[in-house]
């Protein structure tokens, strides 16, 4: 399986904090958010592709910015949306799905999302078991209906047919696009480049994997910055260096 950690966008609900580049640099406990979602994902993948494009207009290597490229147990490998500004996320999601071999699993993380290493586990533990063999993704969710944040729902039989600004579960930020529905997503993808990128999970076959609230946390705004440094603080963490598990 690789992960792709999309990054492009430059987060601008942020303020100052993202003038320079984007949501993945923003520090919780000293660390980017790009090194904790990284060190939650690392066991699980053969690599992790990060996707940027705001703060990296002039072709600056990403290797020259992002900290302790070398030094994970994960193939980690970058790559540049020039044009990100043009279209939205689902764009961003196609231009890295062409570096994944098209028989791979496909991890998808929104890169503004801080998370425990369950939640990851819960989504990919889950799908293996329940999921893949079926041909379905699976889509992190929080359980209970709300119409504040991002939202799936899904008919009596389990499967997504809503996504977006509606009434429904949460979506948590943590998405598998099984490789036998690539080629389907990736047209989705194609024919809807100014959208954001989960409309592939109600064009293909997924269903809903529920993760703990409280193991995971999404940063849009400097308040939700705060509360989220907050949140990392009260997290059991284990005496190695990866951090709350």
């Known amino acids: 399986m690789d992960a792709i950690i999309l990054g492009a966008g ?4 942020m303020g100052a904090l993202t003038s320079d580049l984007p949501k ?80 791979s699993d496909v991890l998808l993380l929104c890169g503004d999302v801080l998370f425990r290493i369950e939640a990851v586990r819960e989504v990919i533990q889950t799908y293996n078991k329940c999921l893949r063999d079926d041909d379905f993704n699976a ?22 047919e809503s996504y977006g600004s509606i009434r429904g579960h949460q979506e948590a ?22 959208e954001w990128f989960p409309i592939i999970f109600k064009e293909t076959p997924s ?6 609230r409280s193991a995971r946390h999404e940063v849009n705004t400097p308040e939700h910055l705060t509360e989220a440094r907050k949140k990392y603080e009260e997290w059991p963490t284990m005496t190695n260096s990866s951090g709350p598990v």
């Open 207 to 212: 269903k809903p994997v529920f993760v703990d």
């Open 173 to 194: 930020g943590i998405f598998i696009l099984n490789s036998h529905n690539r080629e389907d997503a990736e047209s989705v993808l194609e024919a809807n480049q100014e």
């Open 10 to 13: 430059q987060g601008s609900r």
């Open 24 to 103: 993945l640099f923003i520090e919780i406990d000293g660390q980017p958010l790009y090194k904790h979602q990284i060190s939650m994902v690392e066991e699980f993948c053969d690599r992790v592709h990060i996707v940027v494009g705001y703060g990296f207009e002039d072709e600056t290597d990403p290797r020259d910015v992002f900290v302790d490229a070398g030094n994970w147990d994960v193939e980690i490998r970058y790559h540049v949306v020039a044009d990100w500004e043009e279209k939205e996320n689902a764009y961003t999601c196609l231009r890295g799905l062409e570096y994944v071999e098209p028989d």
């Open 139 to 160: 889509v992190a969710v929080i359980e209970g209906i709300q119409d504040e944040m991002t939202a799936v729902r899904w008919n009596d039989e389990g499967v997504i």
